[in-house]
């Protein structure tokens, strides 16, 4: 049986790791002996060049008939002034609303060779690992309407979460802290947000179904601090849509680099979907110098979630720590030894590890 993946490379550096993730897959199916079948289809900036919209029905339809979608990202200068429907972000927004992925998970760990990257004290980060489960289809960026009035002076964003929204997001929060090691962080802003203090009270009804896992409740800001201060402290993170966005960048300076973290976008029963936690990076797009290992590590994700590998998953993790751990690094990723490769050479030491 094949296991047909769709591409989505998108624009900016997306479009630059995608592949890489593409020969890391190869280099698994020879080793594993799995067939995966690809094809690509355009989303975001260039799906707006070539199709005058950022989310060609194309690209949905095929997304609905693949077993898993993996992502680039989308963006960039160029479509900046563009009206608001013709956003590259909306073809993302777009395709996650279509595929219903709620759950998105973010894995934060850091890399014992890359300690000195992060300009955090070491002593501080040493042994991070934390997952933020994030929810992606409600909230501030899908609130209704969301618009200016008063000739352009006053704007109005809406945040809208339902009860169902919410129990489903927690539900999988609690899960994955199961597998993990037990003890939840619920993330809000419960002392002025309505929204949050409906979520609060459904993680309290919540607890009982999941009496092996500790549960806090911590304030966003709060939560912003302590991940820099105590990153140790925690292990899943559960938060709504904007805080989990805000909260994963920062997590990401725990690994040293946005180039490093991963994530998994899942439906309740569906197609996933498997993209960096990065966006297009125009400051670097077209140079060929990106880190391609968020979106190496998301194909890995993509094996242990939508296809069951999880042999084949963990051949891919322990390559590319094989390959920090021999001093190679982007340029992302400071380093004193001086192995500094790029996107091609970076991909080619992982698949020569597999
Ligand atoms: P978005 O709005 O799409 O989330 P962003 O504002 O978070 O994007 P990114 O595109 O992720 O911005 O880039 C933030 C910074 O991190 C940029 O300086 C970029 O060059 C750097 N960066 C992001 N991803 C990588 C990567 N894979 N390799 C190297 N540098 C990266
Ligand atoms: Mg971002």
Known sequence: ?????VLLPGDGIGAEVIYAA????????KKFNKSFEFSSFDIGGIAIDNHGTPLPDETVTACKEADAVLLGAVGGPKWDNNPSELRPERGLLGIRKALDLYANLRPVKGFEKLLHASPLRQDIIQGSDLLIVRELTGGLYFGEPSERRDNGNSVVDTLSYTRKEIERIIDKAFQSAQLRNKHLTSVDKANVLESSKLWREIVEEKKAQYPDVTVEHVLVDAAAMKLITNPTDFDVIVTENMFGDILSDEASVLTGSLGMLPSASLAEDGVGLYEPAHGS???IAGKGI???IAMILSAAM????SFDMNDEAQAIEDSVENVLNQGYHTAD???NDGKLVNT???TELIVKAI
């Open 333 to 335: 990723l400071k380093s």
């Open 1 to 5: 049986m094949s296991n047909k993946i």
């Open 344 to 346: 091609t050479e970076m």
């Open 302 to 305: 993509m094996l242990r979630y």
């Open 22 to 29: 593409k020969d890391v897959l190869e280099a698994i199916s």
């Open 281 to 283: 990076a125009p400051d």
């Open 290 to 292: 990106a880190n391609p």
